[in-house]
């Protein structure tokens, strides 16, 4: 009986853990989706990427071919004057996109805040749906707008001023402006959305309060709306930096690659994509990549210490 | 318990755990050909005959536009992964793909593809061998340049096809006539001029950007005359800025605002079936001007060094570059033009040509061809063009020197091609 007895007892609890276990395991797989794709298509990428930096690589040679070059990619891309040149066109972009998207989107935003009260949502949505629609839809449209012989820019500049066809997609002169103001214009809806968003949270008797004491509404927008728009505007600067930084869909497809104008909107992410996948050097191209992610790292960065400081003493 | 089971297999379902044995099996007898459009109508056209030939081979054709096609091959030689039995590829990437070491050297056994090598339009052969001497895929068709132009227009101001082709000098002074008389442009973009005239006065194994030890030759005279000549046509106001496959460039050769176009006789069909359909009788076709004899693009089919069904591969591959009629229906339903010379032959090609208003053009088109020198391709040559191309548009736009500008470049190429 004493023999017998620890078979019988170990039976039941072996089959209980191997039960138990399962019933362990089971949440681990439902979960299991997200992380194997997260492991696949983001960290994977990502480390990946940073090993492909440290190498020379033509991809069409088979991944025996990668040669280890260490730091030599970032290098040769430091050296190489188009990725100069592609920096310059990035930062063109950042600031002539950029600041003019707050300057008005800031002020816009409180106009309708203020001025609209039946029908704002329409207005809203009417500035916002360029942020919405495709890129490729707009650069499309915008080819069309912008064509030299017979687009509606010209022949209205043509008509109202007596302007000469202006060949804007094509020559090298006009190209930045006219790429900068698409980009301006589709993100202005986001950028006031953003804005209107935080000015709705702002508590009415702060205005009424301030117009007892005789504040005009220069003054109740200089003096509330701007300091408690404060976190937004960081928070809205932070994602224009980098979205402009990153800037690839417009100047990819509204000025063709293989044209030699191209160079004049060619940002950081277009070198990059071209290194790629016209050259064919990944290790390079990753490289950049990475110098981007750091510059892009270094501005968001200034910009939080330019947004903390201006908060001055009277923040709290 | 048995839930869990059911959920830990519902689970490797959707990870997709459980799929792979069903695929195996058709693997064996289905060969896969990659290919992008237009190419692969000619592939489509060639089906009946494969089933005929290989009743025991499906043929799977997967198409992918053209750029997509191309990346999607660089990702599938890269990892091994998803290739196919056959590749197709366009010229203007058969450089760096014959360079890669991805694809089977079919110049070596069991293919011994050089033997069919004098069966071929002369150029067509080197454009997809390697600095080794391997041949990295077979050409299908070719591109043989000529001027396309609109009889009307050049009537109409009072110039001559003599006029185009004679030298540039005259082919821009025709220009500027076409231009005063008519409002037409000369041409679509200022490039295109560039883009003959460095190819003007190449021999057999010539390099367009490099030589044969590598040294970068931008600064050479033809690239000086490309630029003074395209600058010229520039400040002359005879392009319409329009660079090719674009809205503007389509529309200006629809409605008759660009008088001409150096192309690849292919462009014809282009031209018939949707750039300008209405436009039956009134282009023509001639030589390149100055007397340069020069090609356009083409295609080529390639077998993946890890291809499943290799042996298949290359009989398919016979079929659409080396069979007579299977190149005839491939000129029928694309317009292509054939790299086969026994196809060439056909008396096809003495039919008139009724958008041409009726010329026998295939004729002068393999003339061409036959004149085109065997260049060498270099794999940095499609880089090499992307930084001649930049430093034009700055001669153009921003009164570059022409010399500092080709200085500049011969820099840019030998940075790039350091390694």
Redesign the interface.
Known sequence: MRAADPIDVARPVRRRTR?QR??EL?PY??I??FF?LFLVFGLFPLVFSIYLSLH?W??????A?MRWVGFENYW?AL????FRRSLWNTLWFSVVCGVPQHLVALPLAYFIHTSFRRGRDAVVGAYFVPYITSSVAIALIF??LF????GVINSALHALLGIDPI?WL????TTKPAVAFIVFWRFLGWNVVLYLSALQVIDKELYEAAALDGCGRWRQFWHITLPLLRPMMFFAVTLTIIGNLQLFDEPFILV?P???????VMTTAIFMY?LA?????FGTASAVSWLLFLIIALLTWANSRLFNRSEGPDAD | MRRTSIALVVMAATLGWIAPGAQAQTASTTLVVATFPDLDRAAKAASATWAKLHPDITLKVVSLQYPDHHTAMTAALATGSGLPDVMAVDFRFIGKFAASGGLEDLAAAPYNGLGLRDRFARYSFPQAMNPKGGLAAIPADIGPGTLLYRKDIIERAGVTEADLTRSWESFIEAGKKIRAKTGAYLLANAADIRDIVIRSGLADGDGIYFDAHGKVLVESPRFVRAFELGRAARVAGLDAGAPAWTNEWTTGLRHGRIATQMMGSWLTGHLKNWIAPDSTGLWRSTVLPGGISASYGGSFYAIPKRAANKAAAWEFIRLMTADVQTQLDSLRVLDSFPALLAAQNDPFFDEPIAYLGGQPARRLWREIAGKVPAIAVNKYDSMATDMIRSEFEEVLTEDKPIAKALADARLLIEHRARR
């Open positions: 039960h399962a019933r089971a797989l439902f299991a989706p194997v020379q033509d991809p069409t040679e088979g991944l071919a040769f050296t190489d004057p188009w080819t069309t064509s030299k012989d017979y060949n094509g020559d090298a002169h063709d293989e044209s030699g104008v191209s160079l004049s071209r996948f016209s050259d064919g050097d």
